[in-house]
């Protein structure tokens, strides 16, 4: 059987290492047709990459403090709500980034 704390757990293979931020992630999404994946933290970015490869899309600043929330719309792949510790959400819409930076993945949407 696997030994409790094993570094390599049977089946499990690290695909990407999402890189970036410079303080303690608070929220992570998935983009809805599993395309995306955003992260907010408390250095007040929130960054998008591609899950496929960790390929980096976009980093979305604006708020003061940190980041504390994102997701991405359900009826829009591209487009995704960040809260924050400065009292405001945003929404922001992230196809241009997507396209110019990561269109090997997320051109054939």
């Not at 998008?48 to 600043?61: S, Y």
């Not at 960040?82 to 997320?106: M, N, S």
């Amino acid at each position: 059987g696997a030994r409790h704390g094993s570094a390599r757990p049977r089946g499990a293979v690290l695909v990407a290492t999402l890189r970036g931020h410079a303080g303690y992630i608070s929220d992570v999404a998935v983009s809805h047709d599993n395309v995306l994946v955003a992260a907010a933290a408390q250095d007040g970015d929130c960054r998008v990459w591609t899950i496929r490869d960790g390929t980096p899309v976009a980093v979305l600043r604006g708020h003061g403090g940190g980041c504390n929330m994102v997701e991405f719309c359900p009826t829009c792949p591209y487009r995704l709500i960040t809260t924050a510790a400065d009292g405001f959400a945003r929404v922001w819409d992230v196809r241009e980034a997507a396209l110019k930076r990561a269109y090997h993945v997320v051109g054939h949407r």
